[in-house]
């Protein structure tokens, strides 16, 4: 088990279903010991509802989420390089994330989160893919840093 870090940002492709699921899933699991926030390579998309459904299923509110990109991150003083390490949840974000740290000595980790957009034919088959997607977050911050005291 690794210490937690100071300062977290997740990404992936438009901050709306793998990075905001992984921001608020790292804050109810570890509390506000670490700032966490996340972006993606574009926002063009608006929260998923999927994705909060899925997520208040185990206590995490996601509907109050603003999808925002880099770019807007930036603008909004919110700078890259602060951040101790960097989790990207898909390859564009990755690469998009690998480019704006190249001149700083940060982190940037790759955790390959599947994409439950476009996936099953019935809400109660989207909403299985979603669940896997959550799950598979839920995995990867408990590996990474225990399981805390209650989920």
């Given at each position: 088990m690794?210490?937690?870090?100071?300062?977290?940002?997740f990404c992936c492709d438009h901050n709306a279903v793998r990075s905001p699921?992984?921001?608020?899933?790292?804050?109810k699991l570890y509390g506000t010991g670490t700032y966490v926030q996340s972006?993606?390579?574009k926002n063009d998309m608006e929260i998923d509802g999927f994705c909060i459904t899925v997520c208040q299923e185990i206590g995490v509110?996601?509907?109050r989420h603003r999808?925002?990109?880099?770019?807007?991150?930036?603008?909004?003083g919110d700078d890259i390089s602060a951040y101790d390490l960097v989790i990207a949840l898909s390859p564009a974000s990755q690469r998009r994330a690998l480019e704006l740290t190249r001149l700083f000595h940060l982190d940037v980790d790759y955790w390959p989160i599947m994409d439950p957009t476009g996936l099953g034919e019935t809400r109660e088959a989207k909403l299985e893919s979603y669940r896997q997607t959550r799950d598979q977050i839920l995995e990867r911050l408990t590996a990474r840093w225990g399981t805390p005291m209650e989920i």
């Open positions: 690794e210490a937690l870090p100071q300062s977290v940002l699921m992984a921001e608020g899933i790292m804050k972006a993606g390579v509110e996601l509907s999808s925002r990109s880099f770019d807007e991150m930036e603008e909004w």
